[in-house]
């Protein structure tokens, strides 16, 4: 009838309980013994054995639960021992129910037979006080009570109805009256008990809690009191006092601690001054303190009612990642000068600013735009090495520099590639002029560890007047000029004019022809496997889209896919590819998986989400099996957008790759605002790593990166067993991707070579399959 309380209560809340039954054994003695002499003088008074014999079994009764408390007192039980406590429960309950039989007997026996006016008020009256007493002793266990009341209760209705009496009736219905409010009298003080039992346990816990907190938090935390003097700092909040001011600052002024900071120079006055308003303003919030020794420390400000709460985080390791991020989203680090992502923000912000401008008093003024390209670099590497290359490139930036002034941005585009762009004050005479001083900047030899020899660059230039001209445009038509000046015989310059159009022309009948070619279905897909460095197996394999002309032949994907994001093509390309690459990943063993690209067109223009979605559903491919790549550059291109697309699919099981990391902005920002699960190095950081100690460092650094946010890292371009032990050696990158694997393979190839990598395990039988792809590719 009523639920066992060990089960409707937490364990040290039900054993607390049990002890409140054994309380008191001085309180449960004197009532039964008391309830013994009363029943004795009744007897006596009576003449009635029987009540003499009830008298009599108060008392044993008594003596024997005063037995069983004592055994309690002398049991160990711990707080969550269930199954020790419900056994006591039980002897309790039996105890309880025997008194109570007694109590009943008395007043039945009482009214119905001994029948006279002090037998029947003593037991009434005992028997009520006794019933006031259980609710007082045993209301932490509600059967407990109602097995008592209960047995009570039977005596004394067999007594008062059958009595005979109509006074003795009215009366019982009060009593009744009387119990009832006694129930619910029990089950207030249970609920009082509990919320106390609850609280001491609350209490307990936070306490503990708190103090563990305190002392094995990784930050350094204080409090101020309504005076602001230091109440609490734990460990490493005074390791941070010490670095401001040495000495015992615990019931001091922090202020003052503070003041003498600045004073000795620890602090910078104006952080000790903005650190102070924080925390006397009363709002909250954070304060960033450079301190003396190089370090950087967060002062993170809370305020309650008249208490204030300070955290110390010590962020120097943070702040110097994101220097260097910051650095490598916007330079490249061999050369220094800006790249390719921070170059195409500052000119797409001139150039808009020419469009908005092209009716106003500038309208018509010339900007242009050169690409500079080192001549038969390629042999520099080849026959002198990566360093002297690398020393190559450096000197060449410099001499760009020097020779061009402050009036041009020079950037390095990537490879031996570099890109100049002057806007505002142009004559047509500097289309002649500057590209000379370049030529003639590099007259001079180069020496360079010991080595004397030759470098001549050919330029591409092409002019800007009107305000419609957009970057890509003219970086076409540049390198359409740079082309030029290489067939000429290089070390020259080359001015883009209408005669180059025949390429342009070329590109116009790509455009063409290659939106037939995707509705046609014309497209081709391959397979690059990328292996776990571990398990030397294949996890998963990128589908690269591929075109082959029948006139012109193969057509790289480097000269079709931009044409297709400028035509809007891509996305119906992208959607083919997922659609097809998700079908094939199907015949894979379960473990692996198959990526696809993603462009920032598509962000744009096509519903991401809805593409993902029916290529899933198509083919039945789990969505874990599934990843998406991104570049940097489509991130930031189609910010917004990409953001909540990446999000929702991330929350379907997708994974999120970063792919190209380290040739765009390479911002911390998007690392940390975007649900990227894998970060692709790009294989520029991978190509020199042999020979260049330095490059070895910086992929190893990038590659730490990525695994202190928790990502999987891929280093793709790795071509030789050199560089592969080199990885694995020195980083912590997961994955590989590139020729030394696997050349882009078709379906039935490349499914064939995950069979064969599975079952050969080994580096040098996976280098036996590598080669004999390498001959077939």
């Not at 037995?67 to 021992?81: G, K, S, Y």
């Not at 142009?426 to 020496?447: H, K, M, N, Y």
């Amino acid at each position: 009838m009523f639920e066992p309380a060990y089960k409707s209560l937490p364990p040290v809340d039900y054993v607390s309980m049990i002890r409140s039954l054994y309380a008191d054994r001085r309180v449960m003695m004197l009532g039964a013994l008391s309830s013994a002499l009363v029943a004795g003088v009744a007897g006596f008074e009576a003449n009635s054995w029987v009540l003499i014999g009830v008298a009599i079994g108060f008392a044993l009764v008594g003596m024997a639960r005063d037995v069983d408390m004592r055994a309690f007192d002398r049991t160990p039980i711990a707080d969550d021992d269930v199954a020790t406590a419900v056994r006591w429960e039980l002897r309790s309950t039996v105890g309880a129910a025997a008194i109570a039989i007694l109590y009943a007997f008395w007043m039945a026996y009482s009214f119905l037979v001994v029948n006279t006016p002090f037998a029947e008020m003593s037991s009434l009256s005992v028997t009520a006080a006794v019933l006031v007493g259980v609710v007082g002793r045993n209301f932490a266990i509600d059967r407990l009570v109602t097995i008592q009341m209960a047995i009570m209760s039977i005596g004394m209705a067999i007594g008062m109805l059958f009595d005979g009496s109509f006074h003795t009736l009215m009366l019982s219905v009060v009593l009744i009256t009387f119990l009832l409010s006694l129930r619910k009298v029990t089950a207030n003080i249970r609920a009082i008990l509990l919320r106390a039992v609850h609280g001491r346990i609350e209490a307990t816990r936070l306490a503990s809690e708190l103090d563990t907190a305190l002392e094995t938090m990784q930050h350094g935390l204080c409090m101020l009191d309504e005076n602001g003097l230091i109440t609490v700092a734990n460990d490493r909040a005074e390791v941070v006092f010490s670095n401001f001011v040495p000495g015992d600052w615990s019931g001091r002024p922090f202020a003052a601690m503070v003041a003498a900071a600045a004073q000795r120079g620890t602090i910078p006055q104006r952080s000790a001054s903005q650190l102070m308003d924080t925390v006397v303003g009363g709002d909250g919030g954070k304060v960033v303190l450079k301190l003396s020794n190089g370090e950087f420390c967060e002062v993170t400000v809370s305020s309650r009612l008249d208490k204030t709460v300070l955290l110390f985080e010590d962020i120097t390791e943070r702040v110097k990642a994101e220097e260097r991020i910051n650095y490598m989203a916007h330079y490249d680090t061999l050369t220094g000068l800006p790249n390719r992502a921070y170059f195409t923000e500052q000119v797409e912000a001139d150039l808009e600013r020419r469009r908005r401008g092209k009716h106003g008093k500038h309208a018509g003024d010339m900007a242009m735009l050169m690409i500079v390209d080192i001549d038969d670099f390629k042999h520099v590497n080849d026959t002198m090495g990566h360093l002297i290359g690398d020393r190559v490139l450096v000197e060449t930036s410099e001499r760009l520099t020097r020779v061009l002034g402050k009036d041009s941005l020079v950037a390095r585009l990537g490879g031996d590639e570099y890109v100049v762009y002057r806007s505002g004050g142009v004559q047509l005479a500097d289309t002649v002029s500057d590209p000379e001083a370049i030529l003639g900047g590099f007259r001079g030899p180069f020496e360079v560890e010991g080595e004397v020899f030759s470098v001549n660059v050919s330029i591409g230039l092409v002019t800007i007047t009107e305000g419609t001209d957009d970057l890509d445009g003219l970086m076409t038509k540049a390198d359409l000029a740079l082309y030029k000046a290489k067939a000429l015989g290089k070390g020259r310059s080359q001015v883009f004019h209408d005669e180059m159009d025949t390429d342009y022309r070329y590109r116009q009948r790509l455009k063409a022809e290659l939106k037939q070619t995707v509705a046609d279905g014309g497209l081709s897909l391959v397979f690059q496997p990328i292996v776990d460095l571990q398990s030397r197996r294949v996890v998963s394999c990128e589908a690269l889209a591929r075109w082959h002309h029948p006139e012109l032949g193969s057509i790289p994907p480097s000269l079709f896919i931009p044409i297709a994001e400028e035509t809007g093509l891509i996305s119906d390309i992208s959607r083919w590819v997922l659609a097809t690459a998700a079908t094939e990943c199907r015949n894979w063993p379960e473990e692996v998986s198959v990526s696809v690209n993603i462009s920032a067109r598509d962000f744009r223009n096509a519903d991401v989400a809805g593409m993902v979605k029916d290529a899933l559903d198509s083919s039945g491919l789990a969505p874990h099996r599934l990843e998406i790549e991104v570049t940097e550059t489509a991130v930031i291109e189609e910010k917004a957008a990409a953001t909540t697309i990446l999000a929702k699919l991330a929350k379907q099981g997708i994974g999120i790759a970063l792919d190209d990391f380290g040739t765009g902005y390479s911002s911390l920002s998007y690392l940390q605002a975007l649900p990227f699960s894998k970060l692709k190095i790009d294989r520029s950081f991978v190509m020199d790593i042999a020979t260049n100690p330095r490059s070895l460092k910086l992929l190893s650094n990038v590659a730490q990166l990525g695994k202190d946010i928790n990502l999987t890292v891929t280093a793709e371009g790795v071509e030789t067993e050199e560089q592969l032990n080199l990885i694995a050696e020195h980083s912590k990158v997961d994955q590989i991707q590139g020729y030394l694997f696997g050349v882009p393979l078709p379906r039935r190839e490349v499914a064939e070579l995950i069979a064969r990598m599975a079952s050969r395990p080994t580096i040098e039988r996976m280098l036996t399959v590598t080669s004999a792809n390498r001959k077939r590719g």
